[in-house]
């Protein structure tokens, strides 16, 4: 077992942000800027669910004993994030662990296998380590396993610089015990019921780390380098000031319009796959002024902090309950209302929370036949996307009429 989650050293160049410092080499320097950090709610529950599962995975390989253990459950359900729903999906976690490590073990007995393992990475990146969630060494092959909790969007393997790096610590702390000629680099993320993996040959990782990562590290360490504006600014401590991003989202506003005065669908295409990005941005620039006014006292020209408006509320529910009670007792006011017209009916909780209450596998094992999931709404992606496309209502349409032409 290692420090907690929490209270972690962080390497400079992490391997979680290579994908913004490999892209964007300066905003290393402008991070240097900011003091704010970025924490949240979402991470703080991340963090949970690794240190849950740390706790299971400790004891069912026999690195802790059974006290310990019931120890260490204990404190981690006094949390504010545990519940049998996080309980279920570190459990889908385990299993995808426990399989891999079983293959591992019927190929190499004997596999070596690590849990919240550091990994050096640092004769690619000045200072640069990481932790690995799970890490599985066997003859020729070699593992990295990690763990994702966010249920936001699927994060995939391929391709993936945080688990290359990983990939690359392991290769730098154990090539010289074992003949690594694999290296599988593996994102479980089981509220989304995904398992993504990258396979790739030592030799090309390794390539990969000294062709790209080495320069790229080298130039971002200087905090000088060329910024460029991207899906890697989402994390940027300077993501709202920073004035690449800003002239790169403002771009969508400086169109060339042609004639016609129609937009052609080519036109309209290129401007949908701005629209996200620039909406992202400008939320980010909302956010960034609202809390530097509000809680920093900043006054920005042409603008002022206002009370916004409000709904009304209850001061006490019990006291509005028992003062209506009374009025109809009384027959106060009896004629405008009955007892039932000022309850809301009792109803089932929905079913994101009624999993949580009931469990994840109770959940499945008695409601499974019960729930249904509507096909979702429509809506439109770019191509890359790995959904199936839909065919549009004017397509449906055009098969049936050729159809009744038959």
Not at 87 to 101: C, F, G, L, N, P
Not at 177 to 200: A, F, G, H, N
Not at 253 to 259: A, D, G, Q, W
């Amino acid at each position: 077992m290692t420090v907690a989650h929490a209270s972690r050293a962080h390497a400079k160049l992490s391997a979680s942000g290579s994908k913004r410092w490999l892209s964007c080499p300066g905003s290393v320097g402008l991070e240097a800027m900011f003091t704010r950090e970025d924490n949240s709610d979402f991470a703080a529950e991340g963090t949970a669910a690794h240190e849950l599962s740390e706790i299971h995975l400790a004891f069912l390989f026999n690195h802790i004993t059974k006290a310990q253990h019931k120890k260490k459950l204990d404190a981690a359900k006094k949390g504010q994030f545990y519940s049998q729903e996080m309980e279920d999906h570190v459990q889908t976690y385990m299993d995808v662990v426990i399989e891999r490590i079983n293959e591992a073990r019927a190929k190499t007995p004997d596999a070596k296998i690590l849990f919240e393992e550091r990994l050096d990475f640092s004769p690619w990146v000045p200072e640069g380590f990481g932790t690995g969630d799970v890490v599985i060494i066997a003859d020729g092959t070699l593992e990295v396993i990690d763990l994702k909790y966010g249920k936001g969007v699927p994060v995939s393997a391929e391709d993936n610089s945080q688990l290359r790096l990983y990939g690359l610590g392991a290769i730098n702390g154990f090539s010289f015990l074992y003949d690594v000629q694999i290296v599988r680099m593996t994102i479980v993320q089981p509220r989304l019921d995904s398992v993504s993996t990258e396979e790739m040959t030592a030799e090309a990782l390794l390539k990969w780390a000294d062709e790209v990562v080495k320069p790229g590290a080298d130039l971002a360490v200087t905090g000088k380098g060329p910024t460029a504006a991207g899906d890697h600014c989402k994390f940027c401590k300077a993501r709202s000031e920073c004035r690449t991003r800003a002239f790169a989202n403002l771009e969508l506003l400086e169109h060339e319009f042609k004639e016609p005065p129609l937009l052609s669908l080519e036109e309209l295409a290129d401007i949908r796959g701005k629209i996200d990005k620039l909406v992202s941005w400008a939320g980010d620039v909302k956010d960034h002024m609202h809390e530097q006014a509000e809680k920093n006292g900043v006054r920005y020209p042409g603008w002022k902090l206002v009370e916004g408006r409000s709904n009304r509320i209850y001061s006490d529910k019990e006291a509005v309950k028992f003062t209506l009670e009374q009025a109809i007792k009384q027959k106060h006011f009896g004629q405008h209302f009955k007892p039932e017209s000022i309850f809301k009916p009792q109803e089932l909780v929905g079913i994101g929370e009624m999993e949580k209450v009931v469990g994840k596998k109770m959940f499945g094992e008695m409601l499974s036949d019960l729930i249904i999931k509507p096909a979702g709404k429509p809506t439109l992606v770019e191509e890359s996307d790995k959904r199936p496309e839909l065919s549009s209502l004017a397509s449906i349409e055009s098969d049936f009429a050729e159809m009744g032409a038959d």
